[in-house]
């Protein structure tokens, strides 16, 4: 593995730092902005609606007067809610969605306007960057289950418990989905990683890979179908119940930047990064100046538009299916993924195999897995649906014999039985009763 040419990075000046900082903030938010009007817009048109179109030129000042108007909202905090953890939590939630561009490449080097400096297009950079991304994207997690802990509500909590589950398990399929890209490109700098696809995208050699991360990304974001945390017609309206007015604002913002963080991520370790697709690579000039913005910002936007059609088109999933998704599929196959680029990788250096007979080997095991993946699962489906659920007298016991949802509760079973059908329990709720028999 080459040593990290990190020559360009630590040298700026204070004050052009600032302005990079200033100048990625200030991107986030705009982006903010128009994501919101845009996915409205979107799923409007899949909907067969019209969506915002009012205020401003083809709506696009919607979200600015909706920001104004949570900033003007009343400020309520819940009597039983930690008011200091309760203030902290979107705090937790937004700073790590900045924080993590720190290290997104937007550009090569080019000339500073009005100075005789160069800079690179890239805030700062480090050996480790992609590791300081996904450690960064962790610390949001606190927010979200400190939000949920500290309103006072069980439901918040229970929303901020299976957010962090859901993040916790599908970024170890994140993780894993880059594993086969650092053995490539042999580093973990975005800046190197851009520099090695310069002939051909990760995307492309590293499928696999990408479509883990492309399923692990949703997951992360807690956006639809995986938008389980806030799963309102279960938990109300997730770990942000109990907030409102700036701080819920915070959570929104939170949310739109972390989409905009992983799709750049995705741009950066797949796409190429700023680099041109084909045609436009073809032009000499495609790759220098400030030209190479214009294309980062395309690719990420392609991703928004996935998260948007996916929200526009998928139901929801089970909670219980989402988890055993990632822990039952995803994960394995990341691992069984990085074992066959692991060995590509190290016969390919060493020189030994035919790469052709070893990519035919890979392509059998690969399909026998996909075999064992599909088939199998549902045998015991069936016999868990099939066997019968018996009670203490070993009759059989109906689950819902006293009504749907709400299964019975502990005590005597219904009219002294203890099976039912679900028609016989609502006309034996539904019959009068006598209030004189009643002791």
């Given at each position: 593995?080459?040593?990290?040419?990190?020559?360009?990075?630590?040298?700026d000046?204070?004050?052009?730092?600032?302005?990079?900082?200033?100048?990625?903030?200030?991107?986030?938010?705009?982006?903010?902005?128009?994501?919101?009007?845009?996915e409205?817009?979107?799923?409007?048109?899949?909907?067969?609606?019209?969506?915002?179109?009012?205020?401003?030129?083809?709506?696009?000042?919607?979200?600015?007067?909706?920001?104004?108007?949570?900033?003007?909202?009343?400020?309520?905090?819940?009597?039983?809610?930690?008011?200091?953890?309760?203030?902290?939590?979107?705090?937790?939630?937004?700073?790590?969605?900045?924080?993590?561009?720190?290290?997104i490449?937007?550009?090569?080097?080019?000339?500073?306007?009005?100075?005789?400096?160069?800079?690179?297009?890239?805030?700062?950079?480090?050996?480790?960057?992609?590791?300081?991304?996904?450690?960064?994207?962790?610390?949001?997690?606190?927010?979200?289950?400190?939000g949920?802990?500290?309103?006072?509500?069980?439901?918040?909590?229970?929303?901020?418990?299976?957010?962090?589950?859901?993040?916790?398990?599908?970024?170890?399929?994140?993780?894993?989905?880059?594993?086969?890209v650092?053995?490539?490109?042999?580093?973990?700098?975005?800046?190197?990683?851009?520099?090695?696809?310069?002939?051909?995208?990760?995307?492309?050699?590293?499928i696999?890979?990408?479509?883990?991360?492309?399923?692990?990304?949703?997951?992360?974001?807690?956006?639809?179908?995986?938008?389980?945390?806030?799963?309102?017609?279960?938990?109300?309206?997730?770990?942000?119940?109990?907030?409102?007015?700036?701080?819920?604002?915070?959570?929104?913002?939170?949310?739109?930047?972390n989409?905009?963080?992983?799709?750049?991520?995705?741009?950066?370790?797949?796409?190429?990064?700023?680099?041109?697709p084909?045609?436009?690579?073809?032009?000499?000039?495609?790759?220098?100046?400030?030209?190479?913005?214009?294309?980062?910002?395309?690719?990420?936007?392609?991703?928004?538009?996935?998260?948007?059609?996916?929200?526009?088109?998928?139901?929801?999933?089970?909670?219980?299916?989402?988890?055993?998704?990632?822990?039952?599929?995803?994960?394995?196959?990341?691992?069984?993924?990085?074992?066959?680029?692991?060995?590509?990788?190290?016969?390919?250096?060493?020189?030994?195999?035919?790469?052709?007979?070893?990519?035919?080997?890979?392509?059998?095991?690969?399909?026998?897995?996909?075999?064992?993946?599909f088939?199998?699962?549902?045998?015991?489906?069936?016999?868990?649906?099939?066997?019968?659920?018996?009670?203490?007298?070993?009759?059989?016991?109906?689950?819902?014999a006293?009504?749907?949802?709400?299964?019975?509760?502990?005590?005597?079973?219904?009219?002294?039985?203890?099976?039912?059908?679900?028609?016989?329990?609502?006309?034996?709720?539904?019959?009068?009763?006598?209030?004189?028999?009643?002791?």
């Open positions: 593995m080459a040593a990290d040419d990190l020559s360009l990075f630590g040298t000046p204070w004050w052009l730092v600032l302005i990079k900082s200033v100048l990625i903030f200030v991107l986030l938010v705009l982006l903010t902005l128009f994501n919101i009007w845009f409205r817009r979107v799923v409007a048109r899949m909907q067969h609606r019209i969506g915002p179109n009012v205020n401003g030129p083809f709506g696009l000042l919607q979200s600015l007067a909706d920001g104004v108007k949570l900033a003007l909202k009343e400020d309520i905090i819940p009597k039983a809610a930690d008011k200091a953890v309760f203030l902290l939590a979107p705090v937790l939630s937004t700073v790590p969605a900045f924080l993590a561009f720190a290290v490449p937007f550009g090569p080097e080019v000339d500073v306007p009005f100075t005789d400096r160069t800079t690179p297009l890239q805030l700062t950079d480090m050996p480790v960057a992609v590791l300081f991304i996904l450690a960064v994207a962790s610390i949001g997690i606190y927010g979200i289950v400190l949920g802990w500290s309103s006072g509500s069980t439901y918040s909590q229970l929303g901020g418990l299976r957010s962090s589950a859901q993040m916790i398990s599908y970024e170890v399929a994140m993780g894993l989905s880059l594993v086969a650092f053995l490539y490109a042999g580093s973990m700098s975005t800046s190197e990683i851009v520099a090695s696809q310069e002939r051909l995208w990760f995307g492309l050699i590293l696999p890979s990408f479509v883990i991360y492309l399923i692990a990304m949703v997951g992360e974001t807690n956006r639809a179908p995986f938008d389980l945390p806030e799963a309102e017609g279960e938990l109300v309206g997730g770990f942000h119940t109990e907030y409102s007015s700036l701080k819920f604002a915070l959570f929104f913002l939170a949310e739109y930047v989409m905009v963080t992983v799709s750049a991520l995705a741009t950066t370790l797949f796409l190429g990064g700023w680099r041109a084909w045609p436009l690579s073809l032009w000499d000039n495609a790759n220098e100046g400030f030209w190479p913005v214009l294309w980062f910002i395309a690719k990420v936007m392609i991703f928004i538009f996935i998260f948007i059609w996916l929200r526009g088109t998928l139901p929801r999933l089970r909670y219980d299916q989402f988890m055993k998704f990632g822990w039952k599929r995803l994960i394995p196959v990341a691992l069984v993924w990085i074992v066959a680029v692991a060995t590509i990788r190290a016969i390919s250096l060493e020189g030994g195999i035919d790469r052709s007979y070893l990519l035919a080997a890979i392509g059998v095991v690969a399909v026998l897995f996909l075999v064992l993946f088939v199998g699962g549902g045998v015991e489906e069936d016999e868990e649906a099939g066997r019968e659920r018996v009670g203490a007298d070993g009759e059989a016991f109906d689950a819902f006293s009504g749907y949802p709400v299964p019975p509760m502990p005590g005597p079973a219904v009219q002294g039985r203890t099976s039912v059908t679900l028609r016989e329990a609502r006309q034996d709720i539904a019959r009068p009763t006598d209030t004189r028999e009643q002791p």
